[in-house]
């Protein structure tokens, strides 16, 4: 079992910053690949960053590409998002998530755990 807290979310305004913060409690948080999801009402969740649990390999959406990074910090068992640039249309309430394979899958369906979301709002 793992769990997973996120936070880091508020109100900025557009060209803004934030970095969100994923920490993970529970089972070796070193042997997971991590994702970044984020969700408005009314929409699927989507997809926004991926990484390895090895080696750092990370992927991104086309939509964040550039704009945000994800890293990890296995010793702190901390994963990270930092974006940069910030739209409206990065509003969203933002999910950490963890799957126990190498590689992260960019489908929400392939995550075994889930945080509780922090919310991201960018005005204009």
């Known amino acids: 079992q793992v769990r997973l807290v996120e936070s880091g979310g508020g109100l900025v305004q557009a060209g803004e910053s934030l970095r969100l913060s994923c920490v993970a409690s529970?089972?070796?948080?070193?042997?997971?690949?991590m994702g970044w999801f984020r969700q408005v009402p009314g929409k699927e969740r989507e997809f926004v960053a991926t990484?390895?649990?090895?080696?750092?390999?990370?992927s991104y959406a086309d939509s964040v590409k550039g704009r945000f990074t994800i890293s990890r910090d296995n010793t702190k068992r901390t994963v990270y998002l930092q974006m940069n640039s910030l739209k409206p249309e990065d509003t969203a309430v933002y999910y950490c998530?963890?799957?126990?394979?190498?590689?992260?899958?960019?489908?929400?369906?392939?995550?075994?755990?889930w945080g509780q979301g922090t919310q991201v709002t960018v005005s204009s």
């Open positions: 529970g089972r070796s948080f070193s042997s997971y690949a």
């Open positions: 990484i390895a649990w090895s080696r750092g390999d990370t």
């Open positions: 998530a963890a799957d126990p394979v190498l590689y992260g899958s960019t489908r929400s369906r392939e995550y075994d755990y």
